[in-house]
Each structure stands twice: as structure tokens, then as C-alpha cells.
């Protein structure tokens, strides 16, 4: 199975495991996405995610499920190829293999080096570490995350077990 197929399999499977409470925060994150994959969603919803703010929306409605797929898809995308095939294989009760550019455009944290971010030093947040890449060096100080690089990626991996995230995400050695 390609990497895309993998990541479609698991978001389209996820939406239907989560609440719409968990749904609704996906919708928040991902309410201007559409912009990037305009082919996913149709015209209508198109039409009403140009003409309408998210505080427009009091209750979730399925009419949102593909913006929230495309959210899962981002998510699912920083996932390597050996754990997307691990919960494939489950879902699918298969021992499916997953092949593809783990990478694929993603560029390195500067924080935990994980590959999550779309561009560098374009204040995009890691969603991992959630560092925030505003371009800031090693020891100097970063507005946005209120600390140095250097002391946020310290206080970052005393809190994480690295064995653990490197068997999930995609990682680079620093």
C-alpha cells in the first residue's frame, strides 16, 4: 500500500472513531485548508467555509467530515511508514506493508527534529513538540515560545520518552 493510500485508510477510518467535540477542535484547526486541496471538498462546502467564520457553527454536522479528513490527513502525515502499517494491519486484520517518501516536502524541527513542519522559519508549530519556528537560534530568545530553542528542546525531551516517538514519527538525527 503507498503512503497516501495508508494516510487516506487511516483519516477516513479515524473520523468515524472520534467525537464530534474532537471533531469540531479538528474543524478549528483545519477550517482554511481547503485552500490547499480544493479538489477534496465540494463546491457547497467550499462556497461555505469562503462566506462563513467557524463561530458561525453551533453544533457539528457530517457536512464538515471532509474538512476534518483533511485535518487527520495533516496529522497522519508525520507518521512514519512502519507505524502507519502497524495500525493499517490492525484495522485491517492484514499484515500490510507501507511504502513512500516519509518525508515527501515536510521539513525538520528545529526544536525535537521531527519532520512536521511545511516550511522553515514561517512561525508553522510543530506538532510534537509544539515549538513554534519563528527562525530563532539555539540560545537566543524566542518571543513566540517564551524560552531559547536550545532550553525548550531540553525541557521538551525530559518530559517525552524519544524511543517512543521515533517508533512513530518520522525522525532526524540532529
Known amino acids: ?4 493510500e495508508a494516510i487516506k485508510f487511516l483519516s477516513e477510518y479515524q ?3 472520534i467525537s464530534k467535540s474532537e471533531k469540531m477542535n479538528i474543524l478549528l484547526d483545519f477550517w482554511y485548508s481547503y485552500e490547499s486541496d480544493p479538489e477534496y471538498l465540494n463546491k457547497e462546502l467550499i462556497s461555505y467555509l469562503s462566506t462563513h467564520d467557524f463561530d458561525d457553527i453551533e453544533f457539528y454536522s457530517d457536512f464538515f467530515d471532509p474538512v476534518v479528513i483533511l485535518g487527520l ?3 497522519n502525515s508525520i507518521l512514519n511508514n512502519k507505524f502507519l502499517a502497524k495500525n493499517v494491519s490492525i484495522i485491517r486484520s492484514a499484515e ?3 511504502v513512500g517518501d516519509e518525508i515527501d516536502q515536510k521539513v525538520k524541527c528545529p526544536c525535537c527534529y521531527f519532520y ?4 522553515k522559519s514561517n512561525y508553522d508549530v510543530c ?3 509544539y515549538w ?3 527562525g530563532s537560534h539555539e540560545e537566543q530568545y524566542s518571543v513566540a515560545n517564551q524560552n531559547s530553542l536550545s532550553a525548550y528542546r531540553k525541557n521538551f525531551f525530559l518530559k517525552q520518552d524519544k524511543t517512543q516517538l521515533e ?3 518520522i525522525f532526524s538525527k540532529p
Not at 500500500?1 to 497516501?4: A, F, H, L, Q, S
Not at 512536521?116 to 516550511?119: A, E, F, K, P, R
Open 73 to 75: 490527513k495533516h496529522k
Open 15 to 17: 473520523i468515524n472513531a
Open 1 to 4: 500500500m503507498t503512503r497516501k
Open 132 to 134: 513554534e519556528d519563528d
Open 96 to 98: 500490510i506493508k507501507v
Open 116 to 119: 512536521t513542519l511545511s516550511s
Open 127 to 129: 506538532a510534537i513538540c
Open 167 to 169: 517508533e512513530k514519527y
